[in-house]
């Protein structure tokens, strides 16, 4: 009994030692004010992108959550406003698996709010099944969506620079390649999945290098994030079997949802990073991809595909 006793101590130690000094992460230091700020979180209902709006707003900045479901959103448009002590916390309707209704929500804030400071695409799914579009979950939320999003607020955020457009990625890029004949692959289990997510999040990496290419000189500047593993329900309609297998693991040894959007909080309000441009950050400071995520060409590419699926392009 003593004997079990002493080693459920060492290993409840041991799993002390190895969270707090290797998984929890690096927490943002910077005290930056955003009063008289705006900003829009996509996704903010929950998880990394609630733990967001709430530092910002915190900040004093005004923040809106840009989520699907009003009844997930306006509790935590609550929650975020008694927390923060700021009732400049709004609840603005958007669903990224919809390019009409993220183009319905681009003309609503453009025409009811003046400002935009901080673009911050959080909003996240590994769900399979297809968008109204017919796309991926993961393509068409993950990156065509906040792909649009981004296009059709880049004058707003370029008239209030400077400015910040902090995008949502994951380590899971690096097992991607992308192969433009088949970007959009439906159907298959819970592999095929996962490979439409980790590529989706090769996207978003290489979204924001290109984007930062594009703007240069405009003093509106772009990030990618790696958040750390963090338990978030991103990946809620996975199946039952996976999630008790997953669930257990994830409360254990992945981050809080505060602890993961240290790096996003980061990328948002830390002064004197702005030459990083486009670069992908995790732990709060610059974490260097694989080369295949660095690829301008690719980037290019990727975007004039993605202008083409979004129904962007003039000719």
Same mark, same amino acid.
């Given at each position: 009994m003593?004997?079990?006793i002493v080693a459920s101590a060492i290993a409840i130690a041991l799993y002390i030692l190895i969270y707090y000094n290797f998984l929890k992460g690096v927490p +943002? #230091?910077?005290d930056t004010s955003l009063k008289g700020k705006t900003a829009i979180v996509t996704? @903010? *209902?929950t998880g990394l992108g609630k733990a967001t709006a709430l530092d910002l707003a915190r900040r004093g900045a005004r923040v809106i959550l840009a989520c699907r479901s009003k009844e997930r959103a306006?509790? @935590?448009v609550f929650d975020i406003r008694k927390k923060s002590g700021n009732n400049q916390v709004i609840y603005m309707y958007l669903d990224l698996a919809s390019l009409k209704s993220v183009r319905a929500f681009a003309e609503t804030f453009l025409r009811s709010e003046p400002q935009l400071n901080l673009l911050i695409n959080n909003a996240g799914t590994g769900s399979g099944g297809q968008t109204v579009d017919g796309f991926t979950m993961a393509w068409g939320v993950n990156h065509l969506g906040h792909f649009l999003l981004t296009n059709l607020l880049l004058e707003r955020l370029k008239q209030c620079a400077p400015s910040r457009i902090v995008v949502l990625s994951s380590l899971t890029y690096c097992i991607s390649r992308i192969d433009f004949s088949n970007l959009n692959i439906a159907g298959g289990g819970f592999f095929r999945q996962f490979q439409n997510y980790s590529l989706s999040k090769l +996207? *978003? $990496?290489l &979204? @924001? #290098?290109e984007l930062a290419n594009r703007l240069e000189g405009t003093n509106v500047t772009s990030y990618a994030v790696h958040p750390g593993f963090v338990f978030t329900d @991103? &990946? #809620?309609d996975v199946r039952l079997l996976i999630k008790l297998v997953f669930v257990p693991v994830a409360f254990l040894f992945f981050r809080t949802p505060m602890d993961g959007a240290q790096t996003? $909080?980061? +990328?948002?309000v830390q002064e004197g990073i702005e030459k990083f441009s486009g670069r992908c950050f995790a732990d709060c400071k610059v974490h260097k991809v694989f080369p295949h995520a660095r690829d301008d060409a690719v980037a290019r590419k990727l975007w004039e595909v993605s202008e083409r699926m979004a129904g962007l392009c003039k000719h």
């Open positions: 003593v004997s079990w +943002c #230091r910077s996704g @903010a *209902n306006e509790p @935590a +996207c *978003n $990496i &979204f @924001a #290098r @991103a &990946f #809620r996003t $909080i980061y +990328c948002a």
